[in-house]
């Protein structure tokens, strides 16, 4: 598969999806997703397939599936390790945060916590997940 033909392929699929979720067909975006999952697989795409898990995980949390979202997101946390991907992981991380009530995430308890990520992540992960943590408190306060 020419490099430039498969870019226009995925780039044209990502537009579809954003067409479905803004019409609010998440079946059809979660369909379009899956074939881009398959073809990432196949053609050994790990840095959109990370993306491409993280997408359908925000759908299947917006449908309250979180057991498949949890699962979904560990794949894309493990990816961006094995990538050495830390932003990429540090928001897998954060969009697992507010999954309680999931068979691995049972006591809701937060992943962000101190010292919970990488030991020996760098300094600006460290600040840009406690970062996340204050926007994520500021939006539980909203809830409220």
Known sequence: MEENNYTDKLLARFKQVRECIENDDLDGAMELLKEQE???RFVNDQENLQRIL?????????RGEFDGAWELL??????????G????????????EPLPGTKNHPKGFSLLWPGAIIKDAP?????MVEQVEEAMDYIRKQKK
């Open 38 to 40: 398959r073809t990432c």
């Open 54 to 62: 993280g997408s359908q995980a925000l759908i299947l949390k917006e």
């Open 74 to 83: 560990k794949e894309q946390e493990r990816i961006c390790r094995e990538r």
């Open 85 to 96: 991907d830390l932003i990429g992981m540090a928001k897998s991380l954060a969009l697992q």
């Open 123 to 127: 300094d600006s992960i460290t600040i």
